[in-house]
């Protein structure tokens, strides 16, 4: 029996996918976002292991509160692929919607056993949320230590598979806030058949709290935070890029 490393569970999220959902935060992550607000998931220390059963009946406890579904994140929740198809495969059989937030960033093409088990794995998920730190390789190496080819392969994949999507970007200050970049990232969302939704989520400082308490220094300290107009602005930067239309 495949056990999931769990960091913890939300069972009243409203921030992770369609209406109000049960949300389990798996550990790992094969990324390091300068701006990360969970570097404590980053390892698998620490976790606590959770069977499918064991998670799905807890979500039956206060599933008539959080009637919209489940969605798992992390961490990197695709580092768990053999967890995360035993347990959407479970919860299709009994008619939960399921959602996934992920980055992609495990993702190759090249890997034939790999690219087996995502087959697989997105038979039984309703939605991904999937997370594009940013659209120039060599900032994305930057921001998060890895190339972006993996999250772009992968968005192009559920494009081919038609599986339902929303789009998810940071916008950072002097990062990612970047009319060029965002326009860029428009007209890339642009080729993929399959997008829902486009959410762009403004920088915050919230996580400070936490890296003093792990004795990690934080290395957007200096960076403040994205106003709601500039998201907002951001947003449409994106929209002009991906409905086809000049900007500037």
């Not at 499918?52 to 009946?57: I, M, P, R």
Request: aromatic share 10%; net charge neutral; glycine share 6%.
């Amino acid at each position: 029996m495949i056990k999931g490393k769990v960091h913890s569970i939300e069972s009243f999220g409203t921030v992770d996918g369609p209406g109000t959902r049960f949300v389990i935060f798996l550990k790992g992550c094969n990324l390091r976002c300068l701006y990360c607000h969970n570097p404590d998931t980053w390892k698998m220390d620490g976790a606590k292991e959770y069977s499918v059963k064991q998670l799905l009946d807890e979500y039956e406890t206060v599933k008539e509160f959080v009637r919209d579904g489940i969605t798992i994140s992390g961490g990197e929740p695709l580092l768990q692929i053999d967890f995360l198809i035993e347990f959407y495969k479970e919860a299709k059989k009994r008619n939960i919607h399921t959602c996934l937030d992920t980055s992609g960033s495990t993702f190759n093409p090249l890997d034939k056993e790999l690219m087996l088990k995502f087959d697989e794995l997105i038979k039984y998920v309703d939605l991904i949320l999937l997370d594009i730190k940013h659209i120039d390789d060599i900032e994305h190496i930057k921001l998060t230590k890895l190339s972006n080819k993996a999250p772009i392969n992968f968005a192009r994949y559920l494009s081919e598979k038609m599986i339902p999507v929303w789009i998810r970007h940071v916008v950072v200050p002097g990062i990612t806030l970047n009319d060029k970049y965002l326009f860029q990232l428009g007209l890339f969302l642009r080729e993929l058949k399959n997008i829902e939704g486009i959410e762009v989520l403004p920088y915050h400082t919230m996580a400070l709290p936490k890296y003093e308490e792990m004795k990690m220094k934080y290395p957007l300290e200096e960076v403040p935070s994205c106003t709601k107009d500039e998201a907002k602005r951001a947003r449409q930067v994106i929209l002009y890029g991906y409905k086809g239309e000049k900007w500037k």
